[in-house]
């Protein structure tokens, strides 16, 4: 079977859980080494060890992404490890709800500090590396509500709105120094951060009227699209915010 990653060094952020766990393995299964990195040890060792029984190469490391010495740190281990770093998924993200006028300034400084101080941070010391080695490509994990508006949360939708713009900025800014920059987009996905989400009744239901498709996606849909994107068949994409959504953002039916 083909390995398209073979001798390539990924790393995926938030890769315990959910879109992340999936990604990880997939890299994997492409031939990659993997770190992955996330601040719930037992899930993100369970994770390696899933990778290392298929007979894959992985590595955790305990990282909160929302601080800088411990993001600097992470890719100094990758290097430390494998040598280099070829493809990054930065991932980790937290969500909440309510309305704008109820959220304290604690909710919104979290938010944002994960989701998009994190992804800042995670681009700034993966970019470092890879100008170093001449290339690379990164994928910022944003978000349908990173595309609309998203009534439910409106300090969620800000932070994924700045991923994309970050993400398509620093993608014009690294073009011509061969790291290629882009974003997915996720919908409803079934992953365990969606199923807190939707605990409440009726909630499920309610979203699930709004997906053209009908039905929720899996994790490994939005796997094989960041690994695509950070793959050579996609030498040419970069600045794009990719929907992974159902169409969920095409527009009403």
């Not at 997939?26 to 993100?44: K, L, P, S, T, Y």
């Not at 009534?151 to 991923?163: E, I, W």
């Not at 951060?193 to 009908?214: K, Y």
Request: charged share 20%; aromatic share 6%; proline share 3%.
């Amino acid at each position: 079977m083909t390995k398209p990653f073979a001798g390539k060094v990924a790393l995926v952020t938030g890769g315990n859980s959910g879109i992340g766990r999936a990604t990880a393995v997939a890299f994997a299964a492409a031939g990659a080494a993997v770190v992955i990195a996330a601040r719930r040890v037992e899930e993100g060792e369970a994770t390696v060890a899933e990778i290392r029984a298929a007979g894959g190469q992985a590595l955790f490391v305990r990282t909160d992404v929302a601080v800088g010495a411990e993001v600097e740190a992470l890719v100094a281990r990758t290097v430390a490890e494998y040598g280099r770093l070829d493809c990054a998924f930065n991932n980790a993200g937290i969500s909440g709800g309510g309305l704008l006028h109820e959220v304290t300034e604690a909710d919104w400084d979290r938010m944002i500090a994960v989701n998009l101080k994190g992804v800042w941070l995670c681009l700034k010391y993966e970019i470092i590396q890879m100008l170093k080695q001449g290339g690379g490509a990164i994928v910022n994990d944003s978000s349908v509500a990173g595309l609309i508006g998203y009534g439910r949360s409106t300090h969620y939708a800000a932070s994924k709105h700045g991923v994309i713009g970050l993400t398509k900025s620093a993608a014009l800014q690294y073009a011509k120094r061969g790291i290629r920059i882009n974003a997915v987009c996720p919908g409803m996905i079934k992953t365990p951060m969606i199923d807190r989400a939707i605990a409440n009744p009726g909630v499920e239901a309610w979203f699930l009227t709004r997906l053209p498709l009908g039905r929720a996606g899996q994790p490994e849909e939005v796997a094989r699209a960041v690994t695509w994107l950070c793959s050579d068949e996609a030498s040419f994409v970069s600045g794009v915010a990719f929907p992974v959504d159902g169409a969920t953002a095409a527009g009403l039916e």
